[in-house]
Nanobody, 125 residues
């Protein structure tokens, strides 16, 4: 059974850092495009970052560019999202997702077939 599990969320002050982990079971993450998405209360889910299976190319939403970094650890079958210089507007539930569709990853929701349960990130003083 294919499963994704996020961890690493929590409460952090503005300007602080968190690292989210997305661990896979039942499949090899390296074979999939992996995306990170987030959904704030009352807002639609949006793409944050993704990493392609073909060449490990990465993409970021403009709102997080320069602050967030996505990476893989194939030995641990885990993808990370390092989040620095966090802002209150980064507060959301963060989800990782996986898909084999397309050569390069996308920040759109529709291509992703497998989703984790989400991790709450709260940025507040």
């Amino acid at each position: 059974q294919l499963q994704l599990v996020e961890s690493g969320g929590g409460l952090v002050q503005p300007g602080g850092s968190l690292r989210l982990s997305c661990a896979a079971s039942g499949f090899t993450l390296d074979d999939y495009n992996i995306g990170w998405f987030r959904q704030a209360p009352g807002k639609e889910r949006e793409g944050v970052s993704c990493i392609s299976s073909s060449d490990d190319s990465t993409y970021y939403a403009d709102s997080v560019k320069g602050r967030f970094t996505i990476s893989r650890d194939n030995a641990k079958n885990t993808v990370y999202l390092q989040m620095n210089s966090l802002k209150p507007e980064d507060t959301a539930v963060y989800y990782c997702a996986a898909t084999v569709r397309f050569r390069y990853c996308e920040l759109l929701i529709s291509p992703y077939d497998y989703w984790g349960q989400g991790a709450q990130v709260t940025v507040s003083s």
